[in-house]
């Protein structure tokens, strides 16, 4: 049992010095910046416009079932009935 708690402190230190140790900044030469991630809206917006261009009942019913609750399932549903008449 000694030897599971010093296992433990062990490993309790070496993360402690990780999480201790500071990160080099993407500011340094030769380092690349991770890109900002997508903002969700523009995401949704961006796979509305290829469902228009696509233009079929199957793109409209598989945004609408992946985004209900967006204001551009409304549009989506609207252009869905279109299709179908």
């Excluded at 010095?17 to 995401?43: H, I």
């Amino acid at each position: 049992m000694a030897f599971r708690g010093l296992l433990t402190s062990v490993g309790l230190a070496v993360l402690a010095m990780g999480l201790s140790t500071s990160v080099p900044s993407a500011t340094n030469a030769g380092e690349v910046q991770m890109q900002e991630p997508p903002d969700p809206d523009t995401a949704v917006r961006s796979e509305f416009e290829r469902v228009k261009a696509k233009n079929t009942v199957e793109a409209y019913e598989r945004f609408i079932r992946r985004h209900p609750d967006h204001a551009l399932a409304d549009e989506a549903r609207r252009a869905l009935l279109r299709l179908k008449q």
